[in-house]
């Protein structure tokens, strides 16, 4: 194939259907490596399996069947040959001596996405984290690969010159990079302190990877969001206040995609973003329901969420997408569940009642008698932004105040010498 006629790199996709591994769910992840090469700006030109009782441990399929492949890919000129599993250190070596191309698996080419779209200096320093824990145990043997075709797919990141350095370099920058990451995660925990001292109920936008949950970000509060039909579209978290129908303000965070075997060590490196989720008030669970395999989806997003110690946090399922479903879709039961198209007003609407009624219902309604000459107490509810209704009794001279406001709430102090129902722990001294 002539060079100057290719506008973007080759591929042949290769997986195992092993006898022990559910086939639905293997014929779910080769789709997924055809979407996450096209993501990566790949041309799929063939995809080969092989059934297996096993996977190979030095060349993942049958040695006739690697060398068909190898053979194959020299024949279309093939640039990358990509594995739908994460290959060892010595099954790498041995492939690398058989194909006249690039051979990467299925983490190396999530790893090169997420270094890609990376913005935040936190996400460049965890996608660079996961890279060179990747990296380390296969330094053997790099040279070769990162020679050929001078970078492309599976090169993108740390780069050549850094990854035939020695072992000792590599570990010494993993630590440089720790110490960052450790850095930009007390900075986010302070944040999330804050919020949590100011008691703003926090809701988390969580979903397997093109959901649509950074579409729901932008079209309720405006955010302007990178939203594309490509998998791991939103990478950095992004948080953004959203005013309810009532007025009540509340913050509402995008998180990254999760998607089928996400790599372990992109799973450690995004740890401390993903611990946000644990600490929201309500967790947002965005479904495609027009995907064909949308009960995988959330099954694997349920697993991340359990991993995360986050399935007890209130849930709503949104089932987005409804405009592209025909009359004879079936939806699962879901015991909080909507159905909406992002793109659709009056299903955004909708969602905010929705999204409402469980913030409300977090907090208590309170019922107080201020004195006219405490108007400070008024002032102060109105700074805070409670939800109040007040009356004026001229007889008694003051107001009567209708809140929502939880009892743990900074503000809960000052106001309780004024309720009218007190706890028998409040003081009346003030």
Known sequence: MNDLIKTKETAILVGCFLDNRDAERTRLSMEELHELAAT???????????????????????????????????????????????????QTRNLDRIFDCKVIDRTQLILDIFAGRAQSREGKIQVELAQYNYL??????????????????GTRGPGETKLE???????????ELKQQLEDTVRTRQLHRERRKKNKVFQIALVGYTNAGKSTILNQL?????????KLFATLDPTTRQLELPS????????????????????????????????????????????????????????????????????????????????????LPHAEDSILISAMRK??????????????????????????????????????????????????????LVTVRVNRDHPIYGRIAPFLLDKPETVEESW
């Not at 350095?165 to 630590?175: G, L, M, N, Q």
């Open 136 to 153: 380390l145990p296969r330094l053997a043997g790099q040279g070769k690969q990162l020679s050929r075709l001078g970078g492309g797919i």
């Open 346 to 399: 009056e299903d955004q609407q909708k969602l905010l009642a929705r999204l409402e009624a469980f913030a409300l219902a977090s907090f208590h309604e309170l019922k107080l008698r201020v004195p006219v000459e405490r108007g400070d107490i008024l002032s102060l509810l109105h700074r805070e932004g409670v939800e109040m209704e007040q009356e004026f009794n001229e007889e008694e001279e003051s107001y």
């Open 247 to 330: 007025g009540l303000e509340v913050l509402l965070t995008d998180t990254v995609g999760f998607i089928q075997d996400l790599p372990t060590s992109l799973v450690a490196a995004f740890r401390s973003t993903l611990e946000g989720v644990k600490e929201a008030d309500l967790i947002l669970h965005v479904v495609d329901s027009h995907h064909p395999d949308f009960r995988v989806h959330m099954e694997v997003v349920d697993k991340i969420l359990r991993e995360l110690k986050a399935e007890e946090i209130p849930q709503l399922v949104v089932f987005n997408k409804a405009d592209l479903l025909t009359e004879r879709s079936y």
């Open 40 to 90: 990566a700006g790949v041309e799929v030109l063939d995809v080969v399996t092989q059934n297996r009782d096993r996977i190979d441990s030095a060349w993942y399929l049958g040695t006739g069947k690697i060398d068909e492949i190898a053979e194959k890919a020299h024949e279309l000129d093939i640039d990358v040959v990509i594995f739908n599993d994460e290959l060892s250190p010595s």
């Open 221 to 229: 509060t405006q955010a302007n969001t990178l939203q594309e039909d």
């Open 165 to 175: 350095s020695d072992r000792r370099h590599i570990r010494k920058r993993i630590s």
